[in-house]
Nanobody, 128 residues
């Protein structure tokens, strides 16, 4: 069973950037589709981005498209989320997740139930 640990969150001003990382242990990252989700207080968990196993293909929520980028280094068992042009509405607890579901289908992998393993989350706060 893979364990996921997020890092890189913090407080940043609007317009700034952060890079989140998600380190996997207890398993080989390359066998999983990886995703990032976020949850703001009082709101449901929201899909952000997903990456195919090779990292060649990715898919983003409209709210972050053009500002966020998911990448992965399977040799380091780590997936990243580069976040640029941050807005106050990006404030949330950010989670990475790993999916064992076969293939890579945005219609599947944008949904939280498709993911089998979750990290504990890292807080991102964007001040205006």
């Amino acid at each position: 069973q893979v364990q996921l640990v997020e890092a890189g969150g913090g407080l940043v001003q609007a317009g700034g950037s952060l890079r989140l990382s998600c380190a996997a242990s207890g398993g080989t990252l390359s066998i999983y589709v990886m995703g990032w989700f976020r949850q703001a207080p009082g709101k449901e968990r929201e899909f952000i981005a997903t990456s195919s196993r090779s990292g060649v293909n990715s898919y983003y929520a409209d709210s972050v498209k053009g500002r966020f980028a998911i990448s992965r280094d399977n040799t380091r068992n780590t997936v990243y989320l580069q976040m640029n042009s941050l807005k106050p509405e990006d404030t949330a607890l950010y989670y990475c997740a790993a999916s064992r579901r076969p293939g890579f289908a945005p219609s599947l992998h944008l949904n939280a139930p498709a993911y089998d393993y979750w990290g504990q989350g890292t807080q991102v706060t964007v001040s205006s």
